[in-house]
């Protein structure tokens, strides 16, 4: 018997270091090569290194949120021969991201690499009680009270995929376990769930304790009458074709915002807090934050200052898009200038965003809803939306902070002068 260390491969685009998402071995188990063994985070997404050798796991580098830097030990294995060595490159490791709409494409044609694709199966627990996934579907799973083992999959070794997980849920299979009890029915509970937090999570946490600690937030919130500017998204919509995709207010409200900062150029600003100097941006680069099963991410729309209404609107569903099925390249996850922020239908009345550093400004949408408004000696049913903002106060003056939520109003409630 010999020892084989497997060091962290090189992830790509620049990756130095990567955090343990999932081991999905242990000390002790027998794998065999290409079987997968742990999930790394990096700023993108969860990428899944498979066992370069087949032998006993030794020994592992870390626990679940600790940094492993590349190049270092990650995995050490017993082996059978006197050969021994070390594995510290790229190529003697395969590095899988989960990538749904490739998988589901292989499986949708019945060949994957040339070989016939497996036919999905009830998935069996391994040695420790685990079935083969990625962390984002086992935490969607826990969060809807579903069992893992009763969904077939459809990848290599009958790994879950997301497209083998969402089938499952569309299926309805777990409706009748997943079904509330009757509240006499229900048993008491007793106990605690602890979650470790680890990556994306943490660095959302990190993120937002730095800036709730650094920046003396200016909340501004004012309401809006989006009647005109509902009536003009509803013409548009009704002149396309039934395969095109529908306009939603958002890139309205992009374009609006766009044009407002020609005049507040303080607010579409960088703060380089080592170097003490804010960095005024000519472009709106326009941060959309986006949910996805990972958490809080902030895809960029580049040069939002020069796009029309569809080109803004197709953007913003192609970088939101990449933001979930983690296809989005570093580049189009950083550089935004100022960020704008929607809870759709959850938008509530009032919010307070947390500004994303290192930015000056943060536009959170609020829902939109029919009320009576006083109009002239009119009293009128209004679409009326509220618009919540938060500035750093350090560097955007109050006033300056509502002038500018005035003037996007305004361009708001007479629609046709955003495109004038």
């Not at 969904?151 to 083998?164: E, N």
Request: proline share 5%; hydrophobic share 40%.
């Amino acid at each position: 018997m010999s020892e084989f260390v497997f060091k962290l491969p090189d992830l790509g685009e620049g990756t130095v270091e990567s955090e343990i998402a999932e081991w999905m071995v242990k000390v002790g188990d027998e794998v065999q090569e290409e079987d997968p063994i742990c999930s790394m985070l990096t700023d993108k997404a969860a990428v899944e290194l498979s066992s370069p050798v087949s032998g006993r796991v030794k020994s592992l580098a870390g626990d679940l949120g600790d940094v492993i830097t590349v190049g270092s030990p990650l995995i050490t294995f017993e082996v059978n021969g006197a050969g021994g060595g070390e594995a510290d490159k790229g190529t003697t490791a395969e590095a899988k991201k989960d990538k749904p709409e490739a998988k589901g494409k292989a499986a949708a044609s019945g060949r994957a690499g040339g070989r016939p694709a497996a036919a999905p199966i009830a998935t069996p627990p391994g040695a420790d009680g685990k079935v083969m996934t990625s962390p984002s579907i086992r935490r969607r799973a826990r969060e809807a009270g579903i069992d893992l083992t009763r969904v077939a999959g459809s990848g290599p070794r009958g790994r879950i995929l997301k497209t083998d997980f969402e089938a499952h849920i569309v299926a309805g299979e777990d409706k009748a376990e997943a079904r509330p009890k009757p509240a006499s029915a229900r048993a008491a509970k007793n106990g605690t769930t602890e979650i470790k937090v680890v990556g994306l999570r943490r660095r959302i946490a990190e993120r937002m304790d730095q800036a709730n600690r650094e920046v003396p937030h200016f909340a501004y919130v004012e309401e809006v009458d989006v009647t005109a500017l509902e009536d003009l998204r509803r013409h548009l919509n009704e002149r396309k074709g039934e395969d095109e995709e529908r306009l939603t207010p958002l890139p309205f409200l992009a374009m609006a915002l766009a044009r407002v900062l020609d005049d507040f150029p303080q607010c579409n600003a960088h703060y380089d807090s080592e170097r003490g100097v804010i960095i005024r941006h000519h472009a709106v680069h326009l941060g959309i934050a986006t949910q996805t099963d990972d958490g809080l991410k902030v895809p960029v729309v580049r040069n939002a200052q020069s796009r029309s209404l569809e080109d803004m609107a197709a953007e913003i569903r192609r970088v939101t898009q990449a933001a979930r099925d983690n296809s989005a390249k570093r580049e189009e996850l950083s550089g935004s200038t100022i960020t704008l922020t929607s809870l759709g239908k959850l938008g509530g009345i009032v919010s307070t965003p947390i500004i994303n550093l290192p930015e000056v400004g943060i536009i959170a949408v609020n829902k939109a809803v029919d009320r009576p408004v006083i109009v002239g000696d009119q009293i009128e049913v209004r679409r009326m939306m509220n618009l919540s903002s938060s500035f750093d106060h350090r560097f955007v003056d109050g006033y300056d902070a509502a002038s500018m939520i005035q003037a996007l109003k305004k361009l708001l409630e007479q629609p046709a002068t955003i495109f004038i």
